[in-house]
């Protein structure tokens, strides 16, 4: 499996932008399409957006659309997810998740690899 890491969570008041990262790294990261993923308090996790292994093709949870964009760094080992115009409703741990396939998907059980998770909480 591949292994994850997110950062670049924090507090953001609404109508901010955070750029929330995650680092893979043991396995050929072009092989994997990724995604991320989120949970509030008290919510299951729900899908944000994906991408495709090669980065040719992106989905989005339809709350988010206009307003998140995914992207991946091949070279990098990257992938990445800019969030504007924040809502406090956006507020959960976010999760990037990684599956051995080529094109993007929504669904939770499609992903093996999970990362540990970074807090996004806006403010009202």
């Known amino acids: 499996q591949v292994q994850l890491v997110e950062s670049g969570g924090g507090l953001v008041q609404a109508g901010g932008s955070l750029r929330l990262s995650c680092a893979a790294s043991?396995?050929?990261?072009?092989?994997?399409?990724m995604a991320w993923f989120r949970q509030g308090p008290g919510k299951e996790r729900e899908f944000v957006a994906g991408?495709?292994?090669?980065?040719?093709?992106?989905i989005y949870t339809g709350s988010v659309k206009g307003r998140f964009a995914i992207s991946r760094d091949n070279a990098k080992n990257t992938v990445y997810l800019q969030m504007n115009n924040l809502k406090p409703e956006d507020t959960a741990v976010y999760y990037c998740?990684?599956?051995?396939?080529?094109?993007?998907?929504?669904?939770?059980?499609?992903?093996?690899?999970w990362g540990q998770g970074t807090q996004v909480t806006v403010s009202s």
């Open positions: 998740a990684a599956g051995l396939m080529i094109f993007a998907t929504s669904r939770l059980q499609d992903f093996g690899s």
């Open positions: 991408i495709s292994r090669s980065g040719g093709s992106t």
């Open positions: 043991g396995r050929t990261f072009s092989n994997y399409a």
